[in-house]
């Protein structure tokens, strides 16, 4: 059991959002970001663990494991430190975290640095627990995802830690926080295609052979391939093409190679490997010399509706009065290898200026979730393990 005395400290949610903000932690850099959130951490009784793993230029990669208390239940948030590059034409620079208005503005205040220091100051207001309370934190969810919380899982099972189940703060919330809670992530699988030919002038095309032809066939088929209509929790899965690149300056030349990447977004009643199967069968038949590469980013998962969802709903209600709608809609994220160890649902910031310029957190809404957190924490290291 945590108490009070074991603790002292109080965590204002804008101040350590803004300390989080000006570290400009562009993947994988970290740029200072995590040791900000061991600070807070560690003043109020967690012990922190911090690691790197992975070599450029994917990483090296930071990342960091918080623990307090010990023994069942084990509740976990997990977030990532890491930003998406700010781009050119900010109306104030990207990493100095500018309060204009009821706003606070900076890469990273919504995706999702605002959402970690809410966990963080809800874990200061919350003195006393029941269990183990955690932070997963990564510093690659925005790139490969291959050193961040994959690591971080193969470093818990090898301490024995295992969460009964898991929030991920991502910004879910539509149009008002706490409207939307993610339940469960479609699965992404990217695809490039490669298709040889042989180069030729366009009046001889017998003497040629023509891959953007082959190529257009291979698009066709996989436009026109059945996949489903969707599921009880999901949408239709969809696959767009993403790039076609021939790169032929000549007008009289067939080219010699034509190229393609394609994405399909597939919900719980497909299999990545699968869709990769039948898309090969096809580039196969059309064009046998060429080439297909896959990378599965992620397996659609579902944590089917029950306590944990409850909980959560329960809190934004008390704190909001909405009633949230359970989702699966739009990308992926490390939900998706969470998924894997126990139940996990996404709750976290409005996403509207997500990746945009003058990303902006209402610091309204910074209190408000923060206080949803709290909430959740005591019900969570209060009760059974959810269904």
């Known amino acids: 059991m945590v108490t009070a005395s074991d603790m002292a400290a109080t965590i204002d949610v804008v101040e350590l959002t803004s300390r989080l903000i000006v570290c400009p932690s562009v993947t994988p850099a970290d740029a200072g970001a995590q040791a900000v959130i061991a600070e807070a951490l560690e003043a109020i009784g967690f012990t922190v663990e911090r690691f790197v793993d992975g070599e450029a230029p994917d990483g090296p990669v ?20 890491d930003v998406v590059p700010p781009g050119p034409g900010w109306a104030s620079d990207p990493f100095a ?33 029941a269990g183990t309370l955690s932070l997963i934190i990564t510093g690659d969810e925005e790139g490969p995802a291959v050193h961040g919380t994959l690591a971080l899982m193969e470093h818990m099972a090898a301490r024995g830690l295992r969460p009964d189940f898991c929030l991920v703060g991502e910004p879910t919330s539509e149009a008002r926080l706490g409207d939307t809670i993610k339940i469960g992530r479609r699965g992404s699988v990217n695809m490039w295609i490669e298709v040889p030919g042989t180069q030729g002038h366009v009046a001889y095309p017998h003497l040629a052979d023509n891959p953007a032809t082959r190529l257009v066939r291979i698009l066709h088929r996989l436009m026109e391939m059945p996949l489903d209509d969707g599921s009880d929790w999901f949408q239709p899965s969809n696959l767009e093409v993403t790039d076609i690149e021939i790169g032929n300056p000549a007008t009289n030349v067939i080219p010699s190679a034509a190229r393609a990447r394609l994405n399909i977004r597939f919900n719980d009643r497909q299999r990545g ?26 397996e659609a998962f579902l944590t089917p509706p029950g306590r944990l969802s409850e909980l959560a709903g329960a809190a934004v209600t008390a704190v909001t009065g909405l009633v949230p709608v359970l989702s699966t809609s739009g990308g992926t994220s490390d939900a998706r290898f969470l998924s894997r160890i126990c139940p996990v649902v996404e709750l976290g910031l409005v996403n509207a200026t997500m990746h945009k310029l003058d990303e902006a957190v209402a610091v309204a809404d910074l209190h408000a979730l923060s206080e949803i957190y709290a909430r959740i924490i005591r019900a969570a290291l209060s009760s059974p393990t959810p269904r």
């Not at 930071?62 to 430190?81: D, E, I, Q, V």
């Not at 606070?104 to 919350?126: C, Q, S, T, Y």
């Not at 490997?273 to 992620?298: F, M, Q």
């Open 97 to 129: 975290a500018m309060t204009r208005g009821e706003l606070l503005h900076g890469r990273g205040a919504v995706d999702m640095k605002g959402a970690i220091a809410a966990f963080v100051a809800a874990a200061a207001h919350v003195r006393e627990h």
């Open 273 to 298: 490997d699968a869709l990769v199967a039948r898309a090969h069968a096809i580039v196969a038949e059309e064009a046998p010399r060429a080439t297909l590469i896959a990378k599965i980013s992620g």
């Open 62 to 81: 930071h990342n960091l494991l918080a623990t307090r208390g010990a023994g069942g239940p084990h509740f976990a948030f997990a977030g990532h430190s």
